[in-house]
């Protein structure tokens, strides 16, 4: 399939269940993770298949596909843009590395399963005959509770060596803790989830610094953090333009003074002018994270690597899209004025989720220091401190 074709299909799709997804965002956040609503609406959608290799049934979508998607999916429902994003990474990943032996007891009878990763080695493997012995607590388990299987990485102390290994196991088998009481991204359910010595067999797991793929194409040569920092540019411009959309639509006809000659909001000239740079600075964000995805995916498909200077700036990326998502959010929420304080209105949602987005830590503001460090020609710069 050609990647113009792939992309126009999959945006289509996104679109097509993206007025559903927006009249679910109330339940969803009410629910505490996403509906069996929401999640079958994404399921059938073919939405957690976005990054898949094609030969286990998944769209392997480009880097741009892929925040353009997420974009179109936040822009209706932020915590199902935020769930499709972590959902179709911790497939994709055991759908490239996973042996064989794994990918059958992972993907039975050639069924795509639904997923949730935490990428921090936050628990210690255990070698023994087999396989592993996985004990830890991981936190921020997005859409762990509608997933079938959790990917996720642990150190393993061998021989005096420390390594990361990655891991994926049933969702059925770890403990979920009920502690996702939060302001924002409350329908994402990022509870934390804990093991005990369980047992985890060789075929499930794979050397966390493996480059090459078992299957697949160049997408799964990109390493990180580039190959998931682009998701997060995607859901924080879908997030920014659904916040200006609506001020727009519902906002901008009030009046707030009661003086006479008082105009609108809109006849204001000092919120035409914050339209106006808001507009601008969310179109230039965009575009910049379109750009530097495709430079680095032009380098993939050419056989080159991506190199830490690439990372670095694919990062910063996202932090920035991030940044100037918040920045938006914030400033049309407050332009609203009291109408923007009450739950009813959409605005209030919208702020604390941006905000809780941008505490990740692919998105945090070390990303921007790291491309000063290669800017300078630092040796110590690392992508993904």
Request: glycine fraction near 10%; charge should be negative; proline fraction near 5%.
């Amino acid at each position: 399939m050609d990647m113009s074709d792939n992309r126009e299909e999959l945006l289509a799709k996104a679109r097509s269940i993206a007025p559903a997804l927006a009249d679910q965002v109330e339940a969803d956040e009410a629910n505490g993770t996403l509906t069996s609503e929401t999640v079958t609406m994404l399921e059938d959608a073919g939405m957690f298949r976005l990054k898949l290799p094609r030969e286990l049934g998944g769209h392997e979508a480009d880097p741009a596909t892929q925040i353009l998607v997420l974009e179109e999916l936040a822009r209706a429902n932020m915590a199902a843009g935020w769930c499709t994003m972590v959902g179709a990474t911790s497939i994709a990943q055991p759908g490239a590395f996973l042996s064989d032996e794994g990918i059958a007891v992972m993907f039975p009878d050639v069924r795509v399963p639904r997923g949730a990763t935490v990428g921090m080695p936050m628990g210690k493997a255990t070698p023994v005959p087999g396989g592993y012995r996985l004990t830890g607590r991981w936190p921020f388990a997005s859409g762990v509770r509608h997933s079938e299987w959790i990917s996720t990485s642990a150190r393993v102390e061998q021989d005096g060596q420390s390594s990361v290994r990655k891991f994926v196991l049933p969702t059925r088998d770890a403990l979920l803790h009920d502690n996702w009481h939060v302001v924002g991204l409350k329908g994402t359910g990022s509870c934390d989830f804990s093991l005990d010595g369980l047992f985890v067999p060789e075929e499930l797991s794979w050397d966390g610094s493996q480059e090459q793929p078992m299957r697949g194409g160049p997408l799964y040569r990109f390493g990180m953090p580039g190959f998931v920092a682009n998701e997060h540019a995607g859901v924080a411009l879908g997030l920014a333009r659904a916040a200006l959309d609506l001020f727009l639509e519902k906002e901008t006809a009030r009046t707030r003074s009661v003086a006479p000659g008082s105009t609108s909001i809109a006849g204001r000239g000092i919120i035409q002018d914050a339209l106006g740079r808001m507009e601008l600075k969310l179109r230039a964000a965009r575009l910049l994270a379109i750009d530097t995805n495709d430079k680095a995916w032009g380098k993939l498909q050419a056989g080159q690597e991506v190199s830490v200077v690439d990372h670095c700036e694919l990062r910063a990326v996202a932090a920035y899209a991030t940044e100037i998502a918040v920045e938006i959010v914030s400033a049309v929420f407050r332009h609203a004025g009291g109408s923007a304080i009450y739950v009813q209105n959409a605005l209030q949602q919208m702020l604390r989720d941006i905000n809780v987005a941008a505490q990740h830590r692919v998105v945090s503001e070390a990303a921007f220091g790291n491309v000063g460090q290669a800017m300078v020609g630092d040796p110590d710069v690392n992508p993904r401190r």
